[in-house]
């Protein structure tokens, strides 16, 4: 018996210490992970939803065109949908193969038998990832496609289709963090349209990390677009100085009326990704190389000296430094100030060195560096360029 009580605070230790380890374990897999949040915001069906209306007691087979967005790349991908009511998908299943990031094209067949009532039908698309024998579903928002079933002689509303010229896709456009740089398109209606206007689609993931579309022309609001014409549109894509490197999904659509009905945005859209590359450093490039030997100087003289260089950038607020001079006695070496603070991208700039010596210098060599002090077009203040100019020199 006293064996007994002895084991049991044992094993009442040993209990508690398992269940300290596992709860941690155990709360870890009950969490959502960091990575399907953020897909579940990013995977994209543009359209979604999709929209079609036909007629009852007709066989009707329909396209669907249209484009997704991945986050991430998938090594087998695949996508499935399903109708109810006698609706279906052909092909039902789509074995996409491995896609990287970015934007794919999907299209299927949506099959609508006569014998299919009047009635409104919705069919759920996903994208499917494959692992050993099985699918799993992509994290993210379904695709859904309406179709609305009438009767003959019901009034079917006209839905306009927007063209985008050169494509309905401009891919990925780089751009560097403190850079602005202008794009240009055009887009045609099939119909006309009323109080058309082009927007932007630009998530607020990267207008907090400092991209920004603005839309230059139309500028306004364009009382008629007529069918068929087309409409030129420019904007900028922007990001600042600090922005976060990454690339961004967006898109510009088109918001217009048609017959005098509300104003509502138009498919389809023009898509593009903003690729922001951090601004490569500005840099100071010497004519003859980093290093340069200036002739010999006579004691009692003053000599002036050039050098000559180019900034792989535009940079304002320009001074010259000299460090790290070393000369004998009676020797004094300055620069003469830049005749523009402001130096134009791959402008030859000379410098002027001015060499002054005594009757009584000694007689020996003497060496400095000089640099250049200026504010690049993308930074926020002045800053010590890359390279300097490593000069030496003998007193005789």
Known sequence: MDGLLRRIPLFMLAVALLGGTLAPVAAQAAAPSRTQTAQVRTLQWLPNPVRRQVTADTYHETVIAMRFYVPTAIAR??????????????????????????????????????????????????????????????DGRPLYVVVRVVRAGHPRPIVPVIHWQPANSLGAI????????????????????????????????????????????????????????????????????????????????????????????????????????????????????????????????????????????????????????RRSRGVRVTLLPLTSTTIAANTPVTVDVVIDTTQLAAPGFFTGDIFLIAQPTAATARRLLHYGLHFTGAVQ
């Open 77 to 138: 991908a695949a996508f499935s949908i399903r109708f109810g009511g006698g609706i279906y998908a052909r092909p039902s299943v789509s074995a996409l193969g491995a896609i990287k990031r970015g934007y794919h094209d999907l299209a299927f067949v949506v099959v609508i038998p006569a014998r299919v009532r009047v009635g409104r039908y919705v069919g759920v698309g996903r994208l499917l990832r494959r692992e050993a024998a099985r699918d799993y579903d992509y």
């Open 174 to 325: 780089t751009v560097q963090r403190g850079q602005t740089v202008t794009e240009t398109a055009s887009f045609s209606s099939d119909v006309a349209l009323t109080n058309a206007a082009v927007t932007r689609a630009l998530g607020d993931i990267a207008t907090d990390r400092g991209v920004a579309i603005t839309i230059l022309t139309p500028a306004a609001t364009l009382p008629s677009v007529a069918a068929g014409t087309p409409v030129p549109v420019s904007f900028t894509i922007s990001a600042t100085p600090h922005a976060r490197v990454a690339a961004y999904p967006a898109a510009l659509y088109v918001k217009g009326s048609v017959s005098g009905g509300p104003v509502k945005g138009l498919h389809y859209g023009l898509h593009l990704t903003i690729d922001v590359d951090a601004a490569p450093a500005t840099t100071v490039s010497w004519t003859g190389g980093n290093y340069t030997t200036f002739p010999q100087v006579a004691r009692g003289s003053i000599v002036t000296e050039t050098a000559t260089f180019t900034t792989s950038a535009d940079v304002a607020n320009a001074t010259l430094r000299l460090a790290n001079v």
